[in-house]
């Protein structure tokens, strides 16, 4: 869980801080109810990051393990989570100069595979699907270069199903194969301005 800090509107209106981040992945909530016994509610997490948190520790902690695991051939997902303006897109994207998750991944993949492309043949491949309230929408749809993985549902959406080996796919999402960080860049680029953005009060 990583905590954000208060945004202009926020401290306009006075609003407090109200979770604390303590060592080892402990999150302390204030409880909103005066009849609970304890200020505090307690939860624990495998990382917990405060405001002041550098993008290269939630890449170090959270990215890179998962990356070097999915060079030793598992599978793996970061999945992103919480209402509009928590932070989301910042820690998964970042600016050009303070990179989030992704593009530290991006450019680990490309590292990886120029040093060892002597010894292995890598294929670097993306798609990119946003759940937006109850629907899957396809992000890298009509985008050139673009191949259609496994089939819709009747309505032509996109539906989530286990292969024979059991390992979950999207079917009908578009894959399109990236051969530089300059590439990927501008595949990621265009399907995060396809991505729905709500106003949030």
Sequence with gaps: VRMRPLNTREKEIGDDIVVKMKEGGKV?????????????????????????????????????????????????????????GSGKTWTMSGIRSNPGIQPRAVKAIFDTVKKDSDKFAYTVSVYMIEMYLDDLNDLLKSLPNGEIMGKMDRKGNLKVVKDSRGRVQVGGVTKITAHSIEEMENILSAGQAKRHVAATK
């Excluded at 939860?43 to 030793?72: E, H, I, M, R």
């Design 28 to 84: 302390e909530m204030l409880r909103s109810n005066e009849m609970e016994e304890t200020e505090y509610r307690s939860f624990k997490f495998d990382f917990g990051y405060d405001k002041n948190c550098k993008q290269s520790d939630v890449y170090n902690d959270v990215g890179q393990p998962l990356l070097d695991k999915a060079f030793d051939g598992f599978n793996g997902t970061i999945f992103a989570y919480g209402q509009t």
